[in-house]
């Protein structure tokens, strides 16, 4: 038996939304999803900046998914920018990945100068997941597209 989603559209269906609108007739540029990427970025670098983050404590492991979420909405961004400008999927899926694994290395690193923050291997690791399970989203979407054409 299928349970409800707790969300108003299933996660697929919000990806197919975005990704459809994103592509529309130059509505958004990839300029734009570039300069969203940047400002995102700096969103995180704001926040890695800060001594402590008041998050309220709900579930274990919530740090860890609050990384994914995080870098999952970067990988979006990057490859909503990138689209239109890497010739192949599979290559803008390397670049997606090796772009969200590396801002995350440097991120961890940047937290280590921070009073009161530490680099964490593990936050790197969901930092790439969630990169990981957005990007292999989008690629399988793509791939789909690309057979019923």
Do not use: N
């Amino acid at each position: 038996m299928m349970t409800a989603s707790p969300w108003p559209l299933p996660l697929p269906r919000v990806l197919e939304i975005l990704h459809r609108d994103a592509a529309l007739e130059g509505r958004y540029s990839r300029a734009a999803w570039a300069l969203l990427l940047i400002c995102y970025c700096g969103l995180i670098f704001y926040l890695s900046d800060r001594s402590m983050v008041a998050v309220p404590d709900l579930f274990s492991w919530q740090d860890k998914f609050i990384h994914a979420l995080a870098y999952a909405l970067m990988a979006f961004f990057f490859w909503s920018a990138a689209v239109g400008a890497i010739s192949t999927h599979a290559k803008l899926a390397l670049l997606t990945l090796l772009f969200c694994a590396i801002y995350g290395a440097t991120d961890e690193w940047h937290q280590s100068f921070i009073a009161g923050r530490d680099a964490s291997l593990f936050d790197w690791l969901a930092d790439i997941t969630g990169a990981l399970l957005l990007t292999a989203a989008l690629w399988k979407r793509e791939r789909g597209l690309l057979e019923r054409e």
